[in-house]
C-alpha cells in the first residue's frame, strides 16, 4: 500500500462561516474523485489468469431492483475488488500492499478519467505491471529471494553429506536472509500506523503465523506421533520470519524519530549476542536481522538505482563468484551458527571483543554480497515477475512439502543418488516454488495466508483510505445553500448533493 505521509496530498483545513461564498476546491475534479472509488486490480490480481492472459472487462453489480443476488466477495488472488469489500477503497485511491513487503507506491500520474469503467479487467502477466504500477525490479528479488529460501530448506537435510552442498548452502545463507529483510524495510517505508495498515498487519502476518503454526502441530502429530499441540512462542520451520516481520513494520515510525537508525539497530543486533534469549518468539532472530530492515526502510528508491546498471552487474558477477570460492574454503573451518543468527557469544565459544569484531566483519560481506545479489535482478518484466506479487504463498507453504519428504525418508534417498540426486531436487525445488504461486493455489488457499478480516471486526472510528479523516484533514464545511438552510455533501461518486455536508479535496 502507499503509505506516505510526505508525499499523500494534505489541504488546510478551512471553515467559511455561514452565508460566506464556498472556499476554492483544491482536490481532484468531481469527475476524478469518483474514479478514486472504482476497484481496481489488488496486489496479487498481478498473477490473476492463468494462462497468464486477463480477461474482458466485469460489469457492474446488479442494483437492488434488478432482483438478483449482489456478486459474492472475490478472493484476494482473483485480482477483483468490488466496491464495499475491505480494500476496496484502498485499491481505488491507488494503495497497493505487498506480501512480505509492505507498501508499495504506485508510479506518480495523471488522475483516471471516470469514463474508462467501474471496473478494471483482470489483467495477466504482460499488462498488469504497466497499469498496477507495480515495479518489476522489487518483484523479481522477492520472487528470487524466496526462491532461494526454498532451495536452502531443500540443501539443509543433505548438507552435512556433500561439501559441495554445505559451501552452496554458506554462501546462500550469507546475504539472502539479509536482503530479504531490506527489500521488506524498503517496501515497508509508507507504514504509519493507520487503523487499515493495523488490520492488513493482522490477516496477513498474525493469522497466517498461527494458522500454519497448527499446520505444523498437525504434521508432528501425523508423522512424529506427537499430542497435537500449538506453540506460537516457538516458531516453526520459517514461521519466525512472519513473526519478525509482524514486530518490525509495527516499529517502523518509531525509527523515523531516531537518529541514525541503522547504526542503532546495528548496537541492539551486536548487544543480542551477549544475551540468553533462547527459542521464545525467535527473539534472537528478530534482533539479529533487524539492521537489514531498518536499512531498507531507510533506503530511497533513487539509492537502489544505481544497483540496476550494467556497471554494477559487471562487478557482480566476480563478487558472487569469489564468495562462492571463499564459501567452499570455509566449509570445514566455520559453522553455520555464524550465519544462522540463533546463537549468541556463549554458545558460540567466543569472548566479547572476538565477537563484535567478527558480527561487524558479517555485516560488511553481507552488505557486499546484497548489493551484489540486487545488481544481478532483472529491472524488466520477465516470466517470473507476476509471481513476486504472490511470494507468500510458496514462502509458507513449501515448507509442509519439506517437513513431509523429510519425515518419510525422502532425503536419506537424495544423499544415496548423490550429487545427481540434488541437482534434481533442486530442479523440483524451482518447480515447487513457481507451482505454490498459481492462481489454481490461491484460489484454494488463500483464505489461509491472506484472509479478510471480518467487517464486524472492524473498529467503528477507523476511517476508510481516501476520506478526509484518513488522510488528517478536517471536513470542509460549504456555505448553505440559499433557501435550503443545509450544506452539501459529495455522493459516493463524488459529486455534489444538495442538502449534506461536503469533505475537503
Known amino acids: ?144 529471494l524466496v526462491l532461494l529460501v526454498v532451495l536452502e530448506h531443500n540443501w539443509a537435510p543433505v548438507a552435512d553429506a556433500m561439501r559441495g552442498v554445505e559451501a552452496a548452502s554458506l554462501l546462500v545463507y550469507s546475504f539472502h536472509l539479509p536482503a530479504l529483510a531490506l527489500v521488506c524495510g524498503h517496501l515497508s517505508r509508507n507504514f504509519t500506523g493507520r487503523p487499515d495498515q493495523m488490520r492488513r498487519l493482522l490477516t496477513h502476518l498474525l493469522v497466517p503465523y498461527l494458522v500454519f503454526e497448527a499446520a505444523f502441530a498437525g504434521m508432528r502429530t501425523l508423522f512424529w506421533e506427537q499430542p497435537f499441540a500449538v506453540t506460537p512462542t516457538r516458531p516453526s520451520f520459517a514461521c519466525w520470519f512472519l513473526l519478525a516481520l509482524f514486530v518490525w513494520r509495527l516499529t517502523a515510525p518509531l525509527w523515523r524519530a531516531v537518529r541514525w537508525p541503522v547504526a542503532f539497530a546495528a548496537l541492539l543486533s551486536v548487544a543480542a549476542g551477549f544475551t540468553d534469549l533462547g527459542d521464545e518468539l525467535a527473539l534472537s532472530q528478530l534482533l539479529m536481522y533487524w539492521p537489514w530492515f531498518v536499512l531498507g526502510l531507510r533506503l530511497r528508491a533513487d539509492r537502489l538505482r544505481p544497483l540496476r546498471n550494467r556497471a554494477a552487474r559487471r562487478w557482480a558477477l566476480p563478487v558472487l563468484a569469489a564468495a562462492a570460492v571463499g564459501a567452499w574454503w570455509a566449509v570445514p573451518r566455520v559453522s553455520r551458527g555464524w550465519l544462522l543468527m540463533e546463537a549468541g557469544a556463549h554458545e558460540l565459544g567466543l569472548r566479547p571483543l572476538p565477537y563484535v569484531g567478527v558480527r561487524l566483519a558479517l555485516f560488511a560481506l553481507g552488505g557486499v554480497l546484497v548489493a551484489a545479489f540486487l545488481a544481478l535482478v532483472p529491472a524488466r518484466r520477465t516470466g517470473y515477475t507476476v509471481l513476486g506479487a504472490c511470494a507468500l504463498y510458496p514462502f509458507l507453504l513449501h515448507g509442509l512439502v519439506v517437513e513431509a519428504v523429510r519425515q518419510t525418508g525422502g532425503y536419506q534417498v537424495v544423499v544415496t543418488g548423490g550429487l545427481l540426486a540434488v541437482v534434481g531436487t533442486t530442479v523440483l525445488a524451482v518447480g515447487l516454488t513457481m507451482l505454490l504461486g498459481l492462481p489454481h493455489v490461491r484460489q484454494v488457499l488463500w483464505p489461509l495466508v491472506e484472509p479478510s478480516l471480518p467487517g464486524w471486526l472492524h473498529g467503528r472510528a477507523a476511517a476508510e483510505p481516501g476520506d478526509a479523516a484518513s488522510d488528517g484533514r478536517l471536513p470542509r464545511v460549504r456555505a448553505p445553500q440559499q433557501g435550503s438552510g443545509r450544506a452539501a455533501e459529495p455522493h459516493a461518486g463524488g459529486a455534489r448533493v444538495p442538502g449534506r455536508v461536503a469533505n475537503g479535496g
Request: with cysteine; glycine share 16%.
Open 1 to 144: 500500500m502507499a503509505w506516505d505521509p510526505f508525499t499523500d496530498t494534505f489541504v488546510t483545513p478551512s471553515r467559511t462561516a455561514p452565508g460566506a461564498a464556498a472556499p476554492p476546491r483544491t482536490g481532484p475534479p468531481d469527475g476524478d474523485a469518483a474514479a478514486r472509488y472504482a476497484p481496481t486490480v489488488s496486489a496479487l490480481g498481478s498473477c490473476a489468469g492463468p494462462d497468464g492472459s486477463g480477461g474482458g472487462a466485469l460489469p457492474g453489480p446488479p442494483g437492488p431492483a434488478s432482483g438478483l443476488p449482489g456478486p459474492a466477495p472475490a478472493p484476494p488472488s482473483s485480482g477483483i475488488r468490488r466496491p464495499g469489500e475491505p480494500g476496496a477503497a484502498d485499491e481505488a485511491r491507488g494503495v497497493r500492499e505487498d506480501d512480505l513487503g509492505g507498501a508499495e507506491r504506485p508510479a506518480r500520474g495523471p488522475h483516471r478519467r471516470p469514463d474508462r469503467g467501474l471496473h478494471r479487467r483482470a489483467l495477466g502477466a504482460s499488462a498488469a505491471g504497466r497499469q498496477s504500477g507495480r515495479d518489476p525490479f522489487l518483484d523479481n528479488a522477492r520472487f528470487l
